[in-house]
Each structure stands twice: as structure tokens, then as C-alpha cells.
């Protein structure tokens, strides 16, 4: 399993970035994929996640703010970032239903 993510940046608060996810390694199409955060000195925490059948499920804190979707063709999973607070700053992972992480991308929102 392989998971490359990528589009991580420094932003304004009120902001927008995509982060992107790119897998190998197993069927796509049949997983359920999810974004998880890492603030610094917190543990890390489940952001959004999204199902084989493109259901989809936020923690209440981004609600509103952020959409998870998915590109099978091309074995990608997106996070689309808007209204960014402060509060957002963390290293963002994505994760699939197999074991393992990929190396993250760095996501600083900050004036």
C-alpha cells in the first residue's frame, strides 16, 4: 500500500487549499478512504472519510467547511479546504482500509 499526498501550503485564514491523495498497492475502487490531522503536541484525528459507495462523513468541527471526494479512474482521494481557521494548521494523512500511513502534507493556516 502506498499513499502519496500532496497540496499542502501555507493560507490565510479564510483561505482554500486541495489536498490531493494518490494510492497503489490495492483495489481503489473497493475501499473506503479517509483524511486524518495531526496538530502540534495533539493526537492525530479523524477529519472526513468516505465510503466505497461515496458516503460520506465529517467531524463536526469542519462540517460545512470541508468536502472529501473521490476519483477512482484516477485512484485519488481529494480533501477541498475552505473557510480555513487557524485552528486547521496540522499535518494532514490520508488512510485507506489497509494498514499504513503516507507522509503527510503540511497545511499552516496562518495571517
Known amino acids: 500500500v502506498q499513499l502519496v499526498e500532496s497540496g499542502g501550503g501555507l493560507v490565510q485564514p479564510g483561505g482554500s487549499l486541495r489536498l490531493s491523495c494518490t494510492a497503489s498497492?490495492?483495489?481503489?475502487?473497493?475501499?473506503?478512504m479517509s483524511w486524518y490531522r495531526q496538530a502540534p503536541g495533539k493526537q492525530r484525528e479523524l477529519v472526513a472519510a468516505?465510503?466505497?459507495?461515496?458516503?460520506?462523513h465529517y467531524a463536526d468541527s469542519v462540517k460545512g467547511r470541508f468536502t472529501i471526494f473521490r476519483d477512482n479512474a484516477k485512484n485519488t482521494v481529494f480533501l477541498q479546504m475552505n473557510s480555513l481557521k487557524t485552528e486547521d494548521t496540522g499535518v494532514y494523512y490520508c488512510?485507506?482500509?489497509?494498514?499504513?500511513w503516507g507522509q503527510g502534507t503540511q497545511v499552516t493556516v496562518s495571517s
Open positions: 498497492g490495492f483495489t481503489f475502487s473497493n475501499s473506503d
Open positions: 468516505i465510503t466505497s459507495g461515496t458516503i460520506t
Open positions: 488512510k485507506s482500509a489497509w494498514p499504513g
